[in-house]
C-alpha cells in the first residue's frame, strides 16, 4: 500500500481526487485502490515541555538555567491524538510513503516529524504541490521526487524549532523568576518574535509620550496662469530657518512674502507631465487582506483570520486562507470567468462588477514564478448563500472577490502634472492628477486624490492673486493599530538601522508568518502586555516594564534577520544545525547573564507612574481648486504633515 499523508485536509481531498478511481472516507483517510490518503491537522507534535527531560525542571529555578536537552523529544497535542493514532495504523501497513507537506520549510518539517516520530523505517517519496487544480496534482502525482533530497530543509526548520523552544522556555523562566524578586506575581513571557512585536509599541508609545511640538509655518499661493488658477506651496532655503524635513521655522520671512507677492509675475520654471499607467492591487495574501479589512471595516486581525477560516472550512467559498502569496497559477486563469460567475451570483455589488469585466485581459497576477507554498486567496467558485453568512463574513468575502474581479479590468490611467515656479527669486511647487480612464479604480474608492492642474506650458507667465501663512504645529506619530502593526511584521526591515539586516529583512516573510501574526497579536493582549484603545494598539505598562527590563537584542526585530541569515544556509546545505545552535546557546547564557531584578524592579515602578498617551486628530488636507482660497487658508497640506 501506498500512504500519502497531507499537511491539511484540504490538501488531501485534493489530492485524492487527482488519483485514478473514486476515493472513500473513512477512518480518517481516504481510500483510493492501492493508495491511502490521511492528513495532519496542523502540527500534531509539539516539543516536549522542560519536565520531561529533568523532573527537576518542574520547578522554576534559576540556578536550573539555562535548560538545555541533550536530545529533544516530542509529544502529541492533546486535540491531535486521535489522528495521531489513524496515522500509525497505516504506516504499519504502508510500503510506501509519500510526504505530502507544503513545499516550504515548515510543511518539510510537519510531515516528517511525525513519520520519524512513529518510527517508520521505509522508503519516503516527495509530492510537492501548490496548486489544488485537479490537473495540477495529478501532474505533481507523476513528478514525485526522494524526500532525502529535502533533508537540509528539514534540518533548518528543526534547527528553528529547537531554537525557539530554547529561547522562550530559558528567557520567559529567567524573567518571570526575576518579577517575582520585583514583587510581579505572574509569568513574564519572552519569545523571539512576539516580544520584537511588544517592542515595535513600546518604542512608538515612548516617541508619542516624549514628542515634543513645534511650529512650522507653510506659505500658500494663489497662481493664475493662461489656463485656470491653482495653489502652490513655498520651498523655503537657506538661510531661512528650517528643520530637518524642510519646513519654515520662524513665520517672519513667510508672513514678508505673503504680504510682497500678490500681484506678482513669474514664470512656469518647470514642468512635468506624463501619463501614468497602474494595474490593478493583485489578490490578497492573509496579511495584505488583514490590512485592508481593518483599515476599511476596523476588523482586527484575528476577526479577519477567523473569518477567512469560516469562508473556508465551513462555507467552502474561498482557497485557503494562510497564505502569503499574491499571485495565481496560471492554470487558473481559464477557469476564473466560471469562477467569479458562481462567486458573484447571489450578490447585488459583485454582479455589478462582474458586469464589467473583460475576461480578454490578463493582469500580472497569474505567475508560476512567484506562486510558492500557496497562491492567493481566491474564491472557489461556490454560489455564496447570503443568508448564512454574518455580516463580516460577507464582507471579507466581497474583498476577496472583488480583488479577483479587478485582475480583469483595464489599468488605472491618468495624466499626473508636477511644476516649479519662479516668482520673485523664490521656489513654488505645484502637483495634480487628472484621470484619464477609472479602469479598476472604481471597484475601490470613488475619491479623487489630487486634483488636476489647468493646462500650461514651461516658460509661460504666472501672476500670484493672493497668499497667505498658516501656523501649523508638528505632530506625533500615530499609535499602531490592527493594520499598521501586521503592516509593520510585514515590512520589519524598515525599523531597523542597520544594511545589512534590513537586506536580510527584507528577504524574509518579516516578524511572524501569514498563519501566526494575528495570534502574536491576540496573545500579547491576553497576556496584558497590549491594550486596545478603540483601533488603537497600546502597550500596557507591564508590556512597557518587560521591555525595560530586557536586553536591547531582546526586543529588536535583529535577531530573527540573524537566524533567518543562517536558516536559510542551511536550507541550502551551507551551514550546520549543530553549530547553529552552539552559537545560539552562547548567545542565550549571555542574555541569561544580563538578567537583573533591580533593573526590572525600576522598570516596573518606571511604567507605573507614567501617564497613558492621549491621540489626537488628524489634520485636513487643502483642496487645490480654483476659487477655494479661503478654505486654503484654514486647511493644512499633506507635504507639510509631521
Not at 510682497?260 to 512635468?272: I, M, N
Not at 497564505?323 to 469562477?339: F, G, N, V
Request: aromatic share 6%; charged share 25%.
Amino acid at each position: 500500500m501506498r500512504l500519502i499523508i497531507a499537511e491539511k485536509p484540504s490538501l488531501a481531498r485534493a489530492i485524492a481526487d487527482a488519483l485514478p478511481g473514486r476515493a472513500q472516507k473513512r477512518d480518517g483517510a481516504l481510500y483510493a485502490d492501492d493508495t491511502v490518503v490521511t492528513w495532519c491537522l496542523g502540527h500534531l507534535l509539539e516539543q516536549a515541555p522542560p519536565e520531561a527531560y529533568d523532573a527537576a525542571d518542574k520547578q522554576w529555578r534559576l540556578d536550573r538555567l539555562p535548560i538545555v536537552p541533550a536530545a529533544f523529544k516530542h509529544v502529541p497535542r492533546p486535540k491531535a491524538r486521535g489522528q495521531l493514532a489513524v496515522i500509525r495504523r497505516l504506516l504499519k501497513q504502508a510500503g510506501t510513503v509519500v510526504h505530502a507537506g507544503d513545499p516550504d520549510r515548515e510543511g518539510q518539517l510537519l510531515v516528517q516529524e511525525v513519520v520519524e516520530y512513529l518510527g517508520y523505517r521505509g522508503p519516503v517519496k516527495r509530492l510537492l504541490v501548490n496548486d489544488l487544480n485537479r490537473p495540477a496534482v495529478a501532474r505533481a502525482l507523476g513528478q514525485l521526487a526522494d524526500n532525502a533530497e529535502f533533508a537540509p530543509l528539514y534540518r533548518a526548520a528543526r534547527a528553528r524549532s529547537r531554537a525557539d523552544w530554547l529561547y522562550g522556555i530559558n528567557l520567559t523562566r529567567a524573567w518571570t523568576l526575576l518579577g517575582r524578586q520585583a514583587g510581579h506575581d505572574g509569568v513574564l513571557s519572552v519569545g523571539r518574535v512576539q516580544t520584537p512585536v511588544l517592542g515595535l509599541i513600546v518604542r512608538r508609545d515612548t516617541a508619542i509620550r516624549e514628542f515634543v511640538p513645534w511650529p512650522f509655518y507653510p506659505l500658500w499661493v494663489n497662481v493664475r496662469v493662461a489656463g485656470g488658477e491653482f495653489c502652490a506651496w513655498w520651498v523655503p532655503g537657506p538661510p531661512h530657518p528650517l528643520d530637518d524635513r524642510g519646513r519654515l521655522l520662524d513665520r517672519t520671512p513667510a508672513d514678508a512674502l505673503a504680504e510682497a507677492l500678490p500681484g506678482r509675475e513669474g514664470r512656469v520654471a518647470q514642468l512635468h507631465q506624463r501619463q501614468k499607467r497602474q494595474a490593478p492591487p493583485l489578490p490578497y495574501s492573509l496579511s495584505a487582506l488583514q490590512v485592508d479589512a481593518a483599515r476599511r471595516y476596523g476588523l482586527s486581525a484575528r476577526a479577519v483570520l477567523d473569518t477567512c477560516q469560516a469562508l473556508y472550512e465551513r462555507h467552502r467559498l474561498i482557497t485557503y486562507p494562510r497564505s502569503d502569496c499574491r499571485y495565481l497559477p496560471k492554470a487558473h486563469l481559464a477557469e476564473a470567468q466560471r469562477t467569479l460567475a458562481g462567486a458573484c451570483r447571489s450578490d447585488a455589488t459583485l454582479q455589478g462588477w462582474l458586469a464589467g469585466a473583460d475576461f480578454s485581459l490578463r493582469s500580472k497576477a497569474w505567475d508560476d514564478g512567484k506562486v510558492g507554498a500557496h497562491h492567493a486567496l481566491a474564491p472557489s467558485g461556490k454560489t455564496p448563500d447570503l443568508d448564512r453568512l454574518s455580516a463580516t463574513e460577507g464582507k471579507v468575502f466581497r474583498l476577496i472577490t472583488r480583488n479577483l474581479v479587478a485582475q480583469f479590468y483595464p489599468p488605472l490611467l491618468t495624466f499626473e502634472t508636477r511644476t516649479e515656479l519662479a516668482i520673485d527669486g523664490e521656489t513654488f511647487r505645484a502637483g495634480g492628477q487628472q484621470v484619464l480612464d477609472p479602469g479598476w479604480k472604481p471597484l475601490f474608492t470613488s475619491r479623487e486624490e489630487a486634483p488636476p492642474l489647468p493646462p500650461m506650458t514651461q516658460g509661460e507667465t504666472c501672476r500670484v492673486q493672493n497668499a497667505g501663512v498658516e501656523a501649523q504645529e508638528t505632530r506625533p506619530p500615530e499609535p499602531f493599530t490592527d493594520a499598521s502593526l501586521i503592516k509593520a511584521m510585514m515590512n520589519i526591515g524598515r525599523y531597523v538601522d542597520d544594511p545589512e539586516v534590513k537586506r536580510t529583512l527584507r528577504n524574509t516573510d518579516g516578524l511572524g508568518t501569514e498563519a501566526t501574526r494575528a495570534g502574536i497579536i491576540e496573545t500579547l493582549v491576553a497576556r496584558g502586555y497590549l491594550v486596545r484603545q478603540q483601533k488603537a494598539l497600546r502597550a500596557t505598562r507591564l508590556g512597557a516594564a518587560l521591555i525595560g527590563a530586557l536586553p536591547e537584542a531582546v526586543a529588536t526585530p535583529e535577531r530573527t534577520a540573524l537566524w533567518e541569515q543562517r536558516l536559510g544556509a542551511m536550507a541550502d546545505g551551507r551551514d550546520d544545525d549543530a553549530d547553529f545552535q552552539q552559537a545560539l546557546l552562547t548567545d542565550l547564557r549571555g542574555l541569561l547573564s544580563q538578567s537583573d531584578a533591580g533593573r526590572l524592579r525600576h522598570s516596573l515602578q518606571t511604567a507605573s507612574g507614567e501617564a497613558a498617551p492621549k491621540a489626537s486628530a488628524q489634520p485636513k488636507r487643502p483642496r487645490n481648486k480654483a476659487g477655494a482660497s479661503r478654505r486654503r487658508r484654514s486647511s493644512t497640506s499633506r507635504r507639510s504633515r509631521s
